[in-house]
């Protein structure tokens, strides 16, 4: 399928870029459409990791303030896992890694990719890395942490798999990277448990 960039502009950019695109794209019966205009929002790609301790049988999640979630009735701190934005030429391995530290305090020894995926794809270019990682989580919880230059305020949080579970249902843990990782360690917990409990 073919697609044609008649045109791209930077319409805005700051923390992140908004560029508006003119183009054509193959349609399935043959040919090409119409010329559309489309905007794409440019905040470049990310990396999450789900820190799991299965001798605790628990997770590691945290929890920030998200100007997106500014308007959820439930309120815009959000509780989520581990992520960061992919550096240039950065392995996604290294920023899970990175991210641990910095938003943790905890390291991560072991990592097993997840996913990747697009994160909204009719308006970002944003894709996300996945990953599920071995940790120690004993004595993580109700730690603060964050990269103060970055406007980082983190809470972190340890719960059981089965009540970060309950979490999702309830609605309290309501971003989709998230829910992604752990509807992921639900269907695949008994053989991680095997590879990491040797």
């Given at each position: 399928?073919?697609?044609?960039?008649?045109?791209?502009?930077?319409?805005?950019?700051?923390?992140?870029?908004?560029?508006?695109?003119?183009?054509?794209?193959?349609?399935?019966?043959?040919?090409?459409?119409?010329?559309?205009?489309?905007?794409?929002?440019?905040?470049?790609?990310?990396?999450?990791?789900?820190?799991?301790?299965?001798?605790?049988?628990?997770?590691?999640?945290?929890?920030?303030?998200?100007?997106?979630?500014?308007?959820?009735?439930?309120?815009?701190w959000l509780f989520e896992i581990v992520a960061g934005?992919?550096?240039?030429?950065?392995?996604?391995?290294?920023?899970?890694?990175?991210?641990?530290?910095?938003?943790?305090?905890?390291?991560?020894?072991?990592?097993?990719?997840?996913?990747?995926?697009?994160?909204?794809?009719?308006?970002?270019?944003?894709?996300?890395?996945?990953?599920?990682?071995?940790?120690?989580?004993?004595?993580?919880?109700?730690?603060?942490?964050?990269?103060?230059?970055?406007?980082?305020?983190?809470?972190?949080?340890?719960?059981?798999?089965?009540?970060?579970?309950?979490?999702?249902?309830?609605?309290?843990?309501?971003?989709?990277?998230?829910?992604?990782?752990?509807?992921?360690?639900?269907?695949?917990?008994e053989e991680v448990d095997d590879l990491w409990l040797?």
């Amino acid at each position: 399928m073919q697609v044609e960039v008649l045109d791209r502009e930077t319409c805005f950019k700051g923390f992140f870029r908004l560029d508006r695109y003119r183009l054509r794209h193959g349609l399935f019966a043959g040919g090409l459409s119409a010329p559309l205009t489309r905007e794409v929002f440019e905040r470049g790609h990310s990396v999450g990791l789900l820190p799991y301790d299965p001798v605790m049988n628990a997770v590691v999640l945290i929890e920030q303030f998200r100007v997106g979630a500014l308007e959820h009735p439930a309120g815009p701190w959000l509780f989520e896992i581990v992520a960061g934005i992919l550096e240039a030429g950065e392995p996604a391995r290294s920023v899970a890694q990175r991210e641990m530290e910095e938003e943790t305090g905890g390291s991560v020894s072991e990592l097993l990719p997840i996913c990747e995926y697009l994160v909204s794809p009719g308006g970002t270019s944003e894709r996300t890395s996945l990953f599920c990682g071995l940790v120690d989580a004993a004595g993580m919880s109700g730690a603060i942490r964050g990269v103060a230059e970055e406007g980082e305020d983190i809470r972190v949080h340890v719960v059981s798999c089965e009540r970060a579970m309950t979490m999702i249902g309830d609605g309290i843990i309501n971003s989709a990277m998230p829910i992604i990782a752990l509807q992921w360690l639900a269907l695949h917990k008994e053989e991680v448990d095997d590879l990491w409990l040797e």
